[in-house]
């Protein structure tokens, strides 16, 4: 784990892509630390090509900082599907992680209000608040419910977190 796929390649390591269903079973807190346990409810091979959305866009899995933001962008929840699929609302629908915004794609006749989306904001934040023993803000920049591509967040970190290495 950790090594990028040329190391890997070259010290003969066999990497499997797969998709990841995976059911957050609860947030905990205890003594000022927050956790997050989760299941994976199953587990699909995806097609090396597949990887390319990830590979393509450093924002998924972790995020990339500019400055003090980082901007996360969500993998889809059913990747094969999403990369196989064509019709614009069942790729968004292919795209999201949540059951109650899905459920409003596939009817198309449900509406949700955009800030039933800062559930997810606050789940990427989550891990930076713990880093930095402090509240942070999270912004919903696009959304499966807006009716964007794709899911996109800004996490501000706290003025001053990082500074530039002297020398």
């Known amino acids: 784990m950790g090594k ?16 990841l269903n995976v059911t957050v ?3 905990s807190s205890f003594n000022g630390i927050s956790w997050t346990e989760a299941r994976v409810t199953s587990a699909t091979r995806v ?20 400055g003090n933001v980082i901007y996360e962008t969500k993998i889809p929840y059913l990747t094969k599907q999403f990369l196989a699929g064509t019709d614009p609302a069942l790729k968004r629908y292919y795209y ?4 109650w915004v ?18 997810s904001a606050g789940f990427h934040k989550k891990t930076f608040e713990v880093i930095f ?3 942070l803000k999270a ?8 009716g964007d591509e794709r899911c996109r967040f ?8 990082i500074t530039k290495k002297e020398g």
């Open 47 to 66: 097609k090396p090509q597949s990887t390319t959305t990830r590979a393509s866009d450093p924002e998924m899995g972790g995020g990339l900082r500019k």
């Open 96 to 99: 999201c992680h949540c059951p």
């Open 133 to 135: 023993k402090q509240p």
């Open 139 to 146: 912004d919903v920049l696009e959304s499966i419910i807006k």
């Open 4 to 19: 990028d796929r040329s190391e890997a390649g070259q010290r003969g390591i066999r990497c499997t892509a797969l998709a």
């Open 154 to 161: 800004a996490i501000h970190l706290p003025e001053g977190a």
């Open 25 to 27: 079973i609860c947030i």
């Open 102 to 119: 899905r459920e409003a794609v596939k009817n198309r006749d449900v509406r949700l209000s955009e800030a039933f989306c800062n559930c």
